[in-house]
């Protein structure tokens, strides 16, 4: 009997066979085909984790530590190196251009008023102008017009004084050229002559004065305005190199509590850096400051005062001449008194009192001579006018007239107002010049003290910086 073969033995399903093992590195060809891939982290997530991973170990601190102390440090040095820059140049502006401005803005309306004073007396002398009263006169109008053009190219092309000063350039000729036909007229005996110095004074008296009165204001403002720019205290580098100091001492107090070393030879040094930087700031503004109040104080509230008392000086000897030139044809509002008569009164009023003022003010025997001299030729200036208006009052007119402007043919009528007048311009002139120099000298101080201040802050401030970084990395070589 036989059998059929046994069918053969069935492979064994995939299933059931046994797995392989896994081959580290290896990953499937299904894991690898149908797996997602992970996220894609941005830089700024990169850079979060970075940051935290190093803020967790002690070197990771340190370096962040050494990045915050080198930045304060250079923050300090720039900042005081800026506001230094700042303060010295407003202080520069106050000694090389506000101040001189300001003269020449006074100088603009002194050599205008002296003109105007100076064309009456030569047209009370008679047909024939002196050539020295011919002569003074050019010269101030030549000097008037060339600070104008001096202020022009000094000043903004905009603003206040760049309009008073398109004024005065533009009224200047006008009034050159009244003078000029009052002097034809008088040559030839005409009345006429009269009429148009009135005229010309006019024109001097309500639009040219009040226009350079106008740009001495707005110099003089600017000039305050600099001042105070200099004078400002540095509050923000103050406040920068004291957050420095703070930081760096937190900083060296941590390193001692944990490495028990009293000093860090780089620390101490960036220490060191910010305190000779902000000793040198606070020292520097103290002394420019002192400097800056002098030459405010004793400089220039005496150039004002002794400028208010030269204006009105010009003003007075002005009204004086055109007294005798108008004869009481000119009243004052209310028609009772000679309008000319009443200006000189108050002109001398204000002379005496700005004189009184700046005599106050002056701290030394050499500002003081002058301004006695003055008030004491202002005491003899007013006897000679009240000797004059009462030979007026009593019909001689010539000898009213030799009192104001001198006998003709002497040429130093010492016994005149306009002598007296002349001794008052030439002490003021005197007084003026020495208190330039006090302002001049005092300010110059203030610049000088900054002088240094800004480079020096600025390497002060990255030699500390560099200190800083080398005392965290002698600590940071001890991880490595």
């Known amino acids: 009997m036989t059998h059929p073969p046994s069918a053969p033995a069935a492979a064994p399903h995939p299933a059931s066979a046994p797995a392989r093992p896994a081959v580290p590195g290896q990953v499937s060809r299904a894991a690898a085909v149908g797996a997602a891939p992970p996220p894609a982290r941005g830089a700024w997530a990169t850079g979060r984790e970075v940051l935290r991973e190093a803020a967790t170990t002690e070197p990771g601190r340190l370096r962040i530590l050494g990045a915050v102390l080198a930045l304060l440090v250079l923050a300090l040095g720039t900042v005081a190196g800026l506001e230094a820059a700042d303060r010295a140049g407003s202080a520069e502006d106050v000694v090389g251009r506000s101040q001189p401005l300001s003269a020449d803005a006074a100088a603009i309306y002194r050599s205008l008023a002296d003109a105007d004073s100076t064309a009456a007396a030569g047209f009370l002398a008679g047909i024939l102008e002196p050539a020295e009263s011919r002569a003074r006169y050019d010269r101030d109008i030549a000097t008037a017009s060339r600070l104008l053009v001096k202020a022009a190219a000094n000043t903004d092309g ?9 004024t005065l350039n533009e009224l200047l000729p006008r009034y050159t050229g009244l003078i000029e036909r009052a002097r034809a007229a008088n040559r030839q005996g005409l009345p006429l002559g009269g009429a148009y110095l009135r005229y010309a004074n006019q024109e001097m008296t309500t639009r040219l004065l009040p226009a350079a009165e106008r740009l001495y204001a707005a110099e003089t403002a600017r000039l305050h305005e600099d001042d105070d720019d200099a004078r400002a205290w540095p509050y923000l580098a103050l406040g920068a190199g004291g957050l420095a100091l703070g930081v ?31 000793l040198w700031l606070a020292g520097a503004h103290t002394v420019a400051r002192t400097g800056l109040g002098s030459a405010q104080s ?11 008392a030269r204006i009105s000086s010009l ?34 009023g204000a002379l005496a009192d700005a004189l009184a003022r700046a005599t106050r003010l002056a701290d030394d025997e050499a500002g003081r001579a002058p301004l006695a001299e003055a008030a004491a030729a202002v005491e003899e200036w007013r006897k000679r006018h009240a000797e004059a208006q009462k030979r007026g009052d009593d019909g001689d007119y010539r000898g009213a007239l030799d009192l104001i402007v001198g006998p003709q043919g002497e040429t130093e009528p010492k016994e005149s107002a306009g002598w007296s007048f002349d001794q008052v311009d030439a002490a003021l002139e005197r007084a003026l010049t020495h208190e330039q120099d006090e302002f001049t000298r005092s300010a110059r101080g203030a610049v000088d003290a900054l002088t240094g201040l800004p ?15 080398l005392g965290i990395n002698r600590r940071l070589s001890e991880y490595r």
């Open 298 to 308: 004793e400089g220039q509230q005496s150039l004002q005062l002794l400028n208010e």
């Open 315 to 348: 003003k007075a000897r002005a009204n004086e001449n055109l007294t005798q030139v108008a004869r009481g044809a000119v009243l004052t509002e209310d028609g009772k008194n000679d309008k000319y008569e009443a200006e000189y009164a108050t002109g001398m």
């Open 158 to 166: 905009s603003g206040e004084s760049a309009r008073e000063i398109t």
């Open 455 to 469: 480079l020096g802050a600025a390497a002060l401030g990255a030699l500390g910086a560099l200190g800083a970084v």
């Open 248 to 278: 760096l001492g937190w900083a060296q107090r941590r390193e001692y509590r944990r490495t028990n070393r009293v000093f860090s030879r780089g620390l101490l040094a960036a220490t060191a850096a910010s305190v000779v930087v902000l």
